[in-house]
């Protein structure tokens, strides 16, 4: 059985060997580490896993990025970690395929020379959500690196939970988009 807390504790380590100066982002994330919370369950509103895929386009000069319904912010496409994604980069594949309708993509290199570590992780809060059920919590989001492979692809967005799809230049800084810091270190490495 795969045991999701030995493998993001495995995946931060390895993370902060590569990026030793973030480690004050990841205090809650170490805790809850720590006391062996069980971080599946979207039902631990103390905080819980979450991942997002950085699609580059084939030319990889540019990242699709959704318009997110519950929070009305423009991010990177992702959600909850499910049973059977295994992986944190499982996660993040399934929903961008999910969500965008992007089926032909790759990781990107720089994860599988770096042990399969996300390029970002971040612990953001979550505001209340009535409609769900869910009080407010943290997620702690493993972001990881795709490429798309095929030019022409279709996009068919989950009109459930996405309002919106673009395509937004690397380097290029968006307001009201938490991703601007990943998409710095994407430009960094490619």
């Known amino acids: 059985m795969f045991d999701l807390n030995s493998h993001v504790k495995t995946l931060l380590n390895e993370y902060l060997k590569k990026f030793p100066n973030e480690i004050d982002r990841y205090e809650l994330l170490q805790n809850q580490l720590q006391k062996n919370d069980d971080l599946s369950t979207r039902k631990n509103f103390e905080g819980h896993m979450t991942a997002s895929a950085y699609i580059l386009s084939s030319d990889k000069k540019q ?4 318009h997110n319904i519950n929070l009305n912010k423009w991010l990177a496409p992702g959600g909850h970690w499910e ?3 295994n992986e944190m980069y499982n996660n993040a594949k399934r929903e961008a395929i999910e969500e965008t309708g992007i089926k032909d993509i790759t990781l990107f290199d720089w994860h ?3 042990n399969l570590i996300p390029i970002d992780i971040d612990t953001h809060y979550i505001p209340e959500n009535p409609k ?5 919590h ?6 990881y690196v795709f490429v798309l492979n095929n030019l022409t692809t279709d996009i068919k967005i989950q009109l459930e939970e996405v309002k919106g799809f673009k395509w937004i230049n690397i380097g290029e800084n968006l307001e009201n988009f938490s991703g601007n810091n990943v998409i710095q270190k994407i430009g960094e490495i490619i």
Do not use: L, P, Q
């Not at 769900?132 to 407010?136: F, L, S």
């Open 138 to 143: 943290y997620h702690h989001d493993f972001r």
């Open 112 to 114: 599988t020379e770096n």
């Open 63 to 66: 990242i699709a990025i959704i």
């Open 83 to 85: 049973t059977g994604d």
């Open 132 to 136: 769900k059920e869910e009080a407010e």
